[in-house]
């Protein structure tokens, strides 16, 4: 199988700009959870979604959001970029999003807000 | 406040010797433990796991401990290997009405085993 994709691999913004993020999850994967990287912040959850539908949301600002399609690939929208966004976005794909499930990452977009 | 932490940001072993990684939690209700290795542009994949229920999951050199009277959990790797430099990362979730929620990560230890 193929492992989950992430594109682009890198990109480059400027403040203000939105930017958005794609994620193909592995096949027959359902469960699309997408997170951010930094260097001070470690991973921190965005969101997660199910069958097109946000479950679950941490605790970003509404500039951050996202959508599932029937698919179940999955992109990632950031609006009124800040320098503050720059990082590495990963996206991980489940079966079904269940406790105990483990999640598969993408190797991530790597973003850069000039 | 960091719900999963990793006190050690790095740590240096010599090859064939044990590498001990730590990782401690702070909310009672995680009841599911895994450990991520992270290359340098790459994302994290999925090394192993252990339930609450279990105390010692074993995967070929990797052996994960919990010890859930102290919220605390330990990555075992015997024998350390110079392939295995990375960073680890510990994550942990929380049944959250049947659904898996997020993975709360810790901040990760960079391993460097020398040759």
């Known amino acids: 199988k193929a492992g989950v994709t992430q594109t682009p691999r890198y990109l480059i913004k400027t403040r203000g700009q939105q930017v958005t993020l794609s994620c193909s999850p592995i096949s027959g994967h359902r469960s699309v959870s997408w997170y951010q990287q930094t260097p001070g912040q470690g991973l921190q959850f965005l969101f997660e979604?199910?069958?097109?539908?946000?479950?679950n949301k941490g605790n970003f600002p509404g500039r951050f959001s996202g959508r599932q399609f029937s698919n179940s690939r999955s992109e990632m929208n950031v609006s009124t970029l800040e320098l503050g966004d720059s990082a590495l976005y990963l996206c991980?794909?489940?079966?079904?999003?269940?406790?105990?499930?483990?999640?598969?990452f993408g190797p991530g977009t790597r973003l850069l807000v000039l | 406040d960091q719900q999963v932490k990793q006190n050690s940001p790095s740590l240096s072993v010599q090859e064939g010797r044990i590498s001990i990684l730590n990782c401690d939690y702070t909310n009672s209700m995680f009841d599911y433990f895994l450990w991520y290795k992270k290359y340098p542009a790459e994302g994290p994949t999925f090394l192993i796991s252990i339930s609450s229920i279990k105390d010692k999951n074993e995967d070929g050199r990797f052996t994960v401990f919990l010890n859930k009277s102290a919220k605390h959990l330990s990555l075992h790797i015997v024998p350390s290997q110079p392939g295995d430099s990375a960073v680890y990362f510990c994550a942990a979730s929380a049944q959250d009405g049947g659904s898996q929620g997020n993975l709360i990560f810790g901040k990760g230890t960079k391993l460097s085993v020398k040759p």
């Open positions: 979604y199910f069958s097109e539908t946000q479950r």
């Open positions: 991980a794909s489940s079966s079904l999003g269940q406790p105990g499930e483990t999640q598969y």
